[in-house]
């Protein structure tokens, strides 16, 4: 007798619902599964690769990584059928000695993203896809901390240290030293609290949307579209009406729409988050995602159901 497709459904969700939120950790062709974060950072070998389903994930600032980890999740605000919900980390995550070239992708962090919080150096950590409070690098002896196609809801800070921080949709970012700031959108709109780009010495500072900066010692500003103008060498635009830019304004969020309508039009592959590299409205990490399937609606004459899918993987 053949088997219907509701019976092999129901099959397989019954297994998925046993595996659910289990963490992969990937090295070197093997797999091992935890049942938290925790035990999935204290149990991974450096080099290895954390997998993280739709779910919420609580951390522990206790918890320290201190081994080089990739950190992936299937993305903030993913819909459909190629997940559950969306990833969740509640709490910090803390790269300190130890975890250099670390990355955190495709996740809702309720907290920050601390860099060298222990004092020592950590090189090259990156934070992509994600939608968190804030990366603070906490000292100027860390190196190349690149943030990238992320929603950071509060003021990041790189105290000092180098880094690149490109097609963000960000509040503010401070102090980051001989480094990128290339291709943002800044939220922040007030004088009293220094701006949105503040004391960031040595640094280029290109192709951006903002509303005012202070202080950035020996920087270069050029092709930002501000409302604030400082002089006619670092900026190429104006905004005359900062509620008139976007599509949909609703702040640091992927409610908002952050491409230009009316006059402001002309400008979109110049500045803000879609120029430059681009930015993927839908933060899909790389991971395996369905793009296509065909599943008949019962087996053949073999009792085998012939199910083809095609996957790709994120960005």
């Not at 659910?20 to 290895?48: F, M, P, R, W």
């Not at 020592?120 to 190349?144: F, I, M, P, S």
């Not at 010495?201 to 202070?214: H, P």
């Not at 005359?240 to 830019?245: A, F, G, M, P, V």
Request: glycine share 8%; with cysteine; hydrophobic share 35%.
């Amino acid at each position: 007798m053949k088997k219907t497709i509701f019976t092999i459904i129901v099959a397989l969700v019954a297994t998925m619902a046993v595996k659910a939120q289990q963490i992969s950790v990937v090295y070197n062709g093997e797999t091992k599964l935890y049942a938290t974060l925790q035990e999935a950072i204290e149990g991974a070998t450096s080099g290895s690769v954390v997998y993280l389903p739709g779910g919420g994930f609580p951390i522990a600032d206790e918890v320290k990584i201190t081994k080089k980890l990739t950190i992936i999740g299937i993305g903030h605000k993913v819909k459909g059928e190629n997940a559950d919900g969306y990833t969740t980390i509640t709490g910090n995550l803390f790269f300190d000695k130890g975890s250099d070239r670390s990355a955190v992708m495709g996740a809702y962090i309720t907290g920050d993203v601390y860099i060298g919080n222990d004092g020592n150096q950590v090189d090259g950590v990156l934070v992509r896809y994600c939608n968190l409070n804030a990366v603070r690098v906490v000292n100027n002896k860390c190196l190349e901390t690149v943030v990238n196609q992320n929603y950071i809801r509060n003021d990041s800070y790189y105290n000092g240290a180098t880094g690149e921080f490109t097609n963000n949709v960000a509040s503010k970012v401070q102090q980051l030293n001989n480094g990128v700031i290339s291709y943002n959108i800044f939220t922040n709109t007030s004088y009293y609290y220094a701006g949105a780009i503040q004391d960031c010495d040595n640094s280029s500072v290109t192709n951006n949307v903002f509303y005012y900066r202070y202080s950035c010692d020996n920087s270069s500003f050029d092709s930002n579209l501000m409302a604030c103008v400082f002089s006619d060498s670092e900026v190429n635009f104006s905004i005359s009406n900062w509620e008139e830019i976007f599509v949909k304004n609703a702040g640091v969020s992927p409610n908002s729409d952050f491409h230009f309508k009316g006059d402001y039009a002309q400008y979109q592959n110049q500045c803000g988050i879609y120029a430059g590299t681009g930015f993927s409205d839908n933060a899909l990490p790389p991971v395996p995602y369905i793009v296509a399937k065909q599943i008949p609606q019962q087996t053949d004459a073999n009792g085998k159901l012939n199910i083809k899918i095609r996957v790709n993987a994120g960005q």
